[in-house]
């Protein structure tokens, strides 16, 4: 069965620090990539996606994301973070061609200010 | 605006009762989801429909029941069959290539 697994469910990080969140999936097929956030009492919305071409997506409030197709990994990263950036981050996965998106189990992103 | 309404924001429910969830959408979106989230195991999967008059069940779909009579519209019933179901409920839905998905701002229910 496909899984996502995130590796970390908290990070605690201050204001400038840089961030890296880990994302490994398992499918062996070709697959659409997500990176979703929820900020405090705000709905999900997504931050960036990868579907094919340069593995190196680039997304809003200055995220971007690897894909390593031979690791299965899809890591975000962001060189300095604010304190605006505290939130919940979900990867996803969805199959090239399927309806089912399976996610993470999110990590909780807390920037000291 | 376009976008995708769920309501209510919060609901609680007696054991044993049966209670609906709205979710409605004006994006012109085929595709409807209902996600279960729950502290530290993320999305799980409850029913999806692709198109109207037709749904199919996700991972965790014991114990509750949908419907998609209209295209904008894809309500969730939780049954007193469900044995565990305070959680916060999303319905997304997904457009042309099932993409990237739009989430509803979320129903948590309590089951008091």
């Known amino acids: 069965a496909q899984s996502v697994s995130q590796h970390n469910h908290h990070v605690i990080l201050s204001e400038a620090a840089s961030l890296e969140l880990g994302c490994n999936y398992s499918?062996?097929?070709?697959?659409?990539l997500f990176w979703y956030v929820q900020y405090p009492g705000q709905h999900l919305q997504l931050l960036l996606k990868?579907?094919?071409?340069?593995?190196l997506v680039k997304g809003i409030k200055g995220f971007e994301a690897e894909f390593i197709k031979s690791k299965f990994s899809f890591n975000l990263r962001k060189p300095s973070v604010q304190w605006s950036d505290t939130a919940e981050y979900f990867c996803?996965?969805?199959?090239?061609?399927?309806?089912?998106?399976?996610f993470g189990a999110g990590t909780r992103l807390f920037v000291k200010a | 605006d376009g976008g995708i309404t769920q309501s209510p924001k919060y609901l609680f429910r007696k054991e044993g009762q049966n209670v609906t969830l709205s979710c409605e959408q004006n994006?012109?979106?085929?595709?409807m989801y209902w996600y279960r989230q729950d502290p530290g195991q993320g999305l799980r999967l409850i029913y999806y429909?692709?198109?109207?008059?037709?749904?199919q069940k996700g991972d965790i779909a014991e114990g509750y029941s949908v419907s998609r009579e209209k295209k904008e519209s894809f309500p969730l019933t939780v049954t007193s069959a469900q044995k565990n179901p305070t959680a916060f409920y999303l319905c997304?839905?997904?457009?042309?290539?099932?993409?990237?998905?739009?989430f509803g701002q979320g129903t948590r229910l309590t089951v008091v």
């Open positions: 996803a996965v969805l199959n090239t061609g399927g309806f089912k998106t399976i």
């Open positions: 990868y579907f094919s071409g340069d593995p």
């Open positions: 429909s692709q198109i109207v008059n037709d749904f």
């Open positions: 997304a839905s997904t457009g042309q290539w099932n993409t990237e998905a739009f």
């Open positions: 994006l012109n979106h085929d595709a």
């Open positions: 499918y062996g097929g070709t697959v659409n």
